[in-house]
């Protein structure tokens, strides 16, 4: 008896396998990370020698066709899978967006995993989500479970990308993050962590002021950790965060 849980990002769709009933915070007992271009290749290669699941979670932000792309590679295990969809409550967090169902579902899923976290810990104050992948999102969860909203903002790729693209002098190779940059690398390597942390430490003081504590500061993703030190803010690195979300949902729903 086992339980897949699937999180499919615009760069890699990233799984784990858990014991039936394993709940958030337990280790995987397998887990992987493919580009999205290499989905067709998961039956054959990552997936081939998984005892069949008995339940599939998933959670995807890139699309039907991917989705679809996905679903193939499971037709040998003779079960279908389910996917997350953002509703107004779920595992103890009521969902503040305007129209639940447009919240990104990773969003969803890792505040729920968040949630999860801080509860398990026997924290009940305000808790920040934030999510370090091809975009960056920042998510606030209020002392009483409720998700008040966050920001979207691009992540380090799509920064340089678009500088290089909109500009005839910015191309240059990675450089370092400094307090004062000095040459062209480095000033756009700060310049998008600046912009990260920055956006990070605001949401991280505004959510204080609300709620009149220090929220819990939360961080994954596949870049959190190139991030990471260059926050000046409390945070914890949890790299499966979704994960953990997708078993809140699942154990939830029962
Ligand atoms: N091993 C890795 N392979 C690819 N990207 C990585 C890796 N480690 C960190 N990254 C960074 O993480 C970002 C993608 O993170 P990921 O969590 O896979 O995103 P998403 O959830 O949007 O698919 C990339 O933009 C890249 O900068
Ligand atoms: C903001 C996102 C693109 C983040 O995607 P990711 O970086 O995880 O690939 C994704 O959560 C999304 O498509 N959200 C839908 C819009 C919204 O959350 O308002
Ligand atoms: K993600």
Redo the contacts with the bound molecule.
């Keep these: 008896m086992s339980f897949l849980a699937i999180?499919?990002?615009?760069?890699?769709?990233?799984w784990a396998v858990y014991p039936d009933g394993a709940e958030p915070g337990s280790p995987p007992e397998q887990h992987g990370?493919v580009?999205?271009e290499n989905i067709d290749r998961l039956a054959d290669e990552d997936w081939q020698n998984l005892a069949p699941p008995t339940r599939i979670l998933g959670s995807n932000?890139?699309g039907d066709a991917v989705r679809r792309r996905v679903e193939e590679q499971m037709e040998h295990w003779d079960l279908a899978a389910r996917w997350v969809v953002p509703s107004s409550e779920a595992a103890g967090v009521t969902n503040g967006y305007d129209h639940p169902t447009r919240l990104g579902a990773?969003r969803w899923v890792a505040v729920i995993g968040a949630h999860a976290h801080a509860r398990k810990r026997g924290f009940d104050g305000p808790v920040l989500t934030v999510?370090?992948?091809?975009?960056v999102t920042v998510d606030a969860l209020s002392s009483s479970g409720q998700f008040l909203g966050g920001l979207i903002l691009p992540?380090?790729?799509i920064m340089l990308r678009a500088l290089e693209g909109g500009t005839a002098g910015l191309r240059v190779p990675t450089g370092e993050v400094r307090d004062f940059p000095t040459n062209t690398s480095d000033a756009l390597t700060t310049g998008g962590t600046f912009a990260i942390t920055g956006a990070i430490e605001r949401m991280s003081r505004l959510l204080r002021q609300r709620e009149g504590r220090e929220p819990l500061l939360l961080m994954t993703?596949?870049?959190g950790?190139?991030v990471a030190p260059s926050l000046d803010v409390p945070h914890e690195l949890v790299e499966g965060l979704i994960f953990d979300g997708l078993l809140a949902i699942n154990a939830a729903r029962g």
């Design positions: 999180d499919i990002g615009n760069t890699r769709l990233k990370a580009f999205l932000v890139a990773d999510m370090v992948g091809t975009a992540g380090h790729g993703g596949g870049a950790w190139k």
